[in-house]
């Protein structure tokens, strides 16, 4: 179903709203707003149908006396948003678990919200759930999760160093990342590697030149580990920040080595992740995912011996699963007790090599979630930060947990948008936050590793630009 809006700065969170409640439906119908307004009053007008069946919504909303041109866009796209939901909720005779909220940092709103004096903290639940229309449990999520968030410190000096390898072994059905398949690039992947330590010297001596601290390092994907040991320790031996925090994202099990172990403990790295997806063998063939659940397994007690801090990612609504194959994942994952859990939910987008309607069990996705945030918190684990997606199934989200303290302050920082972050690699997106100022700037890589490696040059001119 199709919105056509007047107020073209709205329109596209509209039309996110409207694909929300109408993601699996061909709709013969529109839905068109208009939108006026009269000194401090704000109309929204809402026409569903068409000639003698359509229907016309009018609600109006005053803007406070004082406001500025800012406050009154954030303000107008609020209330146009919320207006459009309770139509469309009335119409379809549905709800969503995020209300009005398209966004994809829910935690950040409301952060935001309080920062700016607009609530107080302890009603942060009561205005997500009368103004939003987020339901109970989920603002009562978002209220915890900002009560783990203890780490965030705000600081233009402060940055996050996150290096990107997009590769993987194989392509799993539900990717939609810019990641490619090993072996389609297996010739490129020295060359790639030169000029992500290329990149990485650029941005080493404009860290000093400019007097950043390095709080954190990521390095993600794609797969890491599908580099060697000996490229690994070319990468690794050139980072040298006395950082408390360091993350490899070892996630495909059968790219794991003691060799490759050893290389990420001798150089620093306190944190890797595992990540099984599911622990039901048919559903990682169906999905393209080439593990067993013994090199899982095997995989985890090695790192164990390491002593790293290990998050495991799971995904609620795989390809063919139902709530039982998923519970016994999370009974699976609550014996191995890693620090931290991440439950995603899945989201289909364009990129991916399967469609919405191969997902045959969307109705038992929301159980899924909450059984896992129940069982979770029984066990022990606490949530500390959130990010939604867009075609994610249900509209639902995705969850990190962790244990014993063990927060990734990486995780925090990325998805609060609470500390600059200088990305290194094809498909990595630098920024830089002005915490005095609230404002973000984003710095964009070549996404393709072909492009990067032609255009190197290119991208560390920027970067360097964009950084001083």
Request: net charge neutral; aromatic share 8%.
């Amino acid at each position: 179903m199709k919105i056509f809006c007047q107020n073209a700065e709205v329109e596209k969170d509209m039309q996110d709203l409207v694909n929300l409640f109408y993601e699996e439906e061909d709709c013969s119908f529109s839905v068109e707003h208009k939108s006026a307004k009269e000194g401090q009053t704000l109309i929204s007008t809402i026409l569903i149908g068409s000639g003698p069946d359509e229907k016309k919504y009018i609600k109006n909303f005053i803007l406070p006396a004082d406001v500025d041109a800012l406050l009154e866009k954030s303000l107008t796209k609020r209330h146009f948003k919320n207006h459009l939901y309770e139509v469309l909720s009335e119409t379809s005779k549905k709800a969503l678990p995020w209300g009005s909220l398209t966004g994809v940092r829910p935690t950040k709103f409301a952060r935001d919200m309080v920062e700016r004096g607009e609530i107080k903290p302890h009603l942060i639940s009561e205005v997500l759930v009368r103004d939003y229309h987020v339901s109970s449990e989920k603002a009562r999520l978002v209220v915890q999760i900002l009560k783990n968030q203890k780490c965030i410190i705000k600081n233009d000096k402060l940055v996050d160093l996150f290096i990107n390898i997009p590769v993987c072994p194989s392509r799993c059905n539900y990717c939609s990342f810019i990641s490619s398949e090993l072996s389609r690039v297996q010739d490129k992947l020295e060359t790639y590697l030169e000029c992500v330590l290329k990149e990485l010297d650029a941005a080493k001596k404009m860290i000093a030149e400019n007097s950043y601290i390095v709080r954190t390092i990521y390095i993600g994907g794609g797969t890491p580990t599908v580099l060697s040991a000996e490229q690994l320790q070319r990468l690794l031996s050139q980072i040298n920040y006395p950082v408390g925090e360091f993350t490899v994202e070892c996630g495909r099990a059968d790219t794991i080595t003691r060799e490759k172990l050893e290389v990420l403990k001798k150089n620093g790295v306190t944190r890797i992740s595992i990540n099984p997806q599911t622990f039901c063998e048919t559903t990682l063939k169906r999905i393209g995912r080439k593990t067993t659940n013994k090199q899982v397994l095997d995989a985890y007690m090695l790192a164990m011996e390491y002593d790293f801090v290990v998050n495991m990612d799971i995904i609620a609504g795989l390809t063919g699963e139902r709530l039982g194959i998923f519970k016994r994942t999370i009974n699976t994952l609550l014996e191995l007790y890693p620090q931290n859990i991440t439950v995603h939910t899945l989201s289909i987008k364009n990129a991916a090599q399967i469609c919405g309607e191969e997902v045959k069990f969307k109705d038992e996705i929301p159980k899924m979630v909450d059984f896992a945030e129940k069982t979770l918190v029984e066990n022990g684990y606490k949530p500390y930060y959130m990010y939604r997606q867009k075609h994610q199934m249900g509209g639902l989200e995705n969850v990190g947990y962790y244990r014993d303290e063990n927060v990734c302050i990486f995780n925090i920082d990325s998805m609060e948008d609470t500390s600059s972050v200088i990305a290194i690699g094809a498909g990595a997106i630098s920024k830089r936050v002005f915490n005095v100022e609230n404002r973000i700037e984003r710095q964009p890589n070549c996404k393709f590793i072909e492009d990067y490696i032609s255009r190197i040059d290119e991208m560390i001119e920027k970067k360097v630009k964009f950084f001083s």
